[in-house]
């Protein structure tokens, strides 16, 4: 277990630093609104979203910062709770790591700067893409750990 925590929190400082960078990056070579043509009709764009995931509950302030702190509380508690597991600590620190990305833009500016503007899709960010990974990471866990048992009985 103390091996996996030290890999989840490294993954999580990894994530926050690649994460905190890029935007950086974007907000001092794209002004805010402007979009640059990148490949396949992807823009990169500084955009803020005030909002959960989408811009939903755009205007939601301190919710959005309570359900963020809740639903990173959870993960905390389930990656220290559950039983072990292979990989866990790859989905968790995915997940905290793009989750604190995110907050801090939410405590320092109001809002997460989002830059990745496929076609057809709301713009995202590094972060945002660590949260999917860390999500499809802990539904494979969880598929293989079912599947698992399912062949043991």
């Known amino acids: 277990m103390r091996r996996d925590l030290v890999r989840a929190l490294a993954l999580i400082v990894g994530v926050v630093a690649v994460d905190q960078a890029s935007k950086a990056l974007v907000e001092g070579a794209v002004e805010r609104g402007e979009h640059e043509s990148l490949v396949l ?30 639903a990173l509380a959870l993960v905390v508690a389930w990656f220290v709770l559950a039983p072990a597991r292979g990989g866990v600590w790859i989905a968790v620190g995915l997940l905290v790591g793009g989750a604190l990305g995110n907050l801090i833009d939410r405590v320092t500016e109001d809002g997460v700067t989002d830059f990745i503007d496929p076609p057809l899709w709301p713009a995202f960010n590094l972060a945002d893409v660590a949260i999917t990974a860390g999500v499809i990471v802990l539904i494979w866990i969880a598929f293989e750990h079912e599947r698992a048992q399912a062949s043991e009985a």
């Open 41 to 70: 009709g992807f823009d990169l764009v500084n955009v803020k979203n005030e909002g959960i995931a989408f811009g939903f509950l755009g205007d939601g302030g301190a919710l959005v910062l309570v359900i963020t702190l809740v």
